[in-house]
């Protein structure tokens, strides 16, 4: 056997063995406990700084920039999940578990989230910093989503922008 046969075979095998080991398959992870990390991840960072309003804004934020698309993804996956599932009673029975995770991780920060919240409408720079992110976020969804975004009218703006699409096309 030639060394480029033995260093190919070698890189063959170990990329097998890197697949196999969970590096390159999805991971078993269900992605309501996923979305589940991101709740506790911002729930510890919020307990940690009710203190320093202030300094968890700022934290949060920095955490939602860098998980946001985790954090919708593991949502909609989520969902994804649940509505593959063709039998009736294994879907509700698996919403309920994903039901129960979520609540039960939201139940558990909701002291954490309390005393956050209250410290952050208490301290005017933090409450100021809330404000304008909330504000820029609404603009951002109204002009992306149109003068309303309201999530009932979404299938109709879809349905125009695809007949505009399609008429532009023509």
């Known amino acids: 056997m030639t060394k480029t046969a033995l260093i190919v075979g070698a890189l063959v095998a170990g990329g097998v063995v890197f697949a196999r080991g969970g590096c390159l398959t999805e991971g078993s992870t269900a992605p309501d406990q996923k979305l589940v990390g991101h709740l506790d991840d911002m729930c ?22 860098k998980h946001a698309g985790d954090i919708l993804g593991a949502w909609g996956d989520t969902l994804a999940t649940i509505e593959r599932i063709p039998d009736d009673k294994k879907h509700d029975d698996r919403a309920r578990l994903a039901r129960d995770r979520i609540h039960g991780s939201v139940g558990r920060c909701a002291p954490d989230w309390i005393a956050f919240i209250t410290a952050v409408q208490n301290d005017p720079e933090a409450s100021e910093m809330v404000e304008r992110f909330s504000e820029r976020l609404s603009r951002t969804l109204e002009i992306i989503g149109g003068n309303s975004a309201d999530l009932r009218l979404l299938p109709v703006s879809i349905d125009r922008a695809l007949s505009s699409a399609i008429t532009l096309r023509r």
């Open 44 to 65: 510890k960072i919020a307990g940690a700084n009710v203190e320093k309003p202030v300094r968890g804004v700022k934290k949060l934020g920095k955490y939602l920039d």
